[in-house]
T-cell receptor, first 112, second 113 residues
């Protein structure tokens, strides 16, 4: 089945540092999504990417849809304590399947 | 606006007991619906998804089943719970084919004892 390999599994950084995480897959996806989850809550969408090569920003967050359609990265600039949480990538296949699969997540800790 | 309701929020059930978790969506029609399970500190495992009433795709063979009796209702069930069924269960919906965004419910924390 389709699997997403997300790395790193966890990150411990100082406030103000930049963060980078990525996802790769052996399968092609039509859409890449990045979510953030806080404890006890459902994931919340941060950025959605629909075209290969697309680069999209949302405030301090920037994400890119890889040219091969098999990978994506998320960057967070100038991290702040409220960035703490688990970040997930997700890939969507369409055209009848509509299956949405998630990576295993990157747990981010920001030290003030 | 669209909303998704998932209940109960927490549940403690004995081993061998049945399970029924319900998820409903309001404000949209013919959504794709998904059930995920998340073990503590782990990723989201896709359990079932549905593109229409009565249409269920199962991703992982296990002790659980899903049903979609109505367009905006998705139910996760088990006849006999196992200890390994403990986890955080999340329901999600998205618009078919138009965009990728999926929206999640608040989740159900299930503890099997």
């Amino acid at each position: 089945g389709q699997q997403l390999n997300q790395s790193p599994q966890s990150m411990f950084i100082q406030e103000g540092e930049d963060v980078s995480m990525n996802c790769t897959s052996s399968s092609i996806f039509n859409t890449w999504l990045w979510y953030k989850q806080e404890p006890g809550e459902g994931p919340v969408l941060l950025i959605a990417l629909y075209k290969a090569g697309e680069l999209t920003s949302n405030g301090r967050l920037t994400a890119q849809f890889g040219i091969t359609r098999k990978d994506s990265f998320l960057n967070i600039s100038a991290s702040i304590p409220s960035d703490v949480g688990i970040y997930f990538c997700a890939g969507l296949t369409q055209g009848g399947s509509e299956k949405l699969v998630f990576g295993k997540g990157t747990k981010l800790t920001v030290n003030p | 606006s669209q909303t998704i309701h998932q209940w109960p929020a927490t549940l403690v059930q004995p081993v061998g007991s049945p399970l029924s978790l319900e998820c409903t969506v309001e404000g949209t029609s013919n959504p794709n619906l998904y059930w995920y399970r998340q073990a503590a500190g782990r990723g989201l495992q896709l359990l079932f998804y549905s593109v229409g009433i009565g249409q269920i795709s199962s991703e992982v063979p296990q002790n659980l089943s899903a049903s979609r009796p109505q367009d905006r209702q998705f139910i996760l069930s088990s006849k006999k719970l196992l200890l390994s069924d403990s986890g955080f269960y999340l329901c999600a919906w998205r618009v078919q084919g138009v965009s990728g965004e999926a929206f999640f419910g608040q989740g159900t924390r299930l503890t099997v004892v």
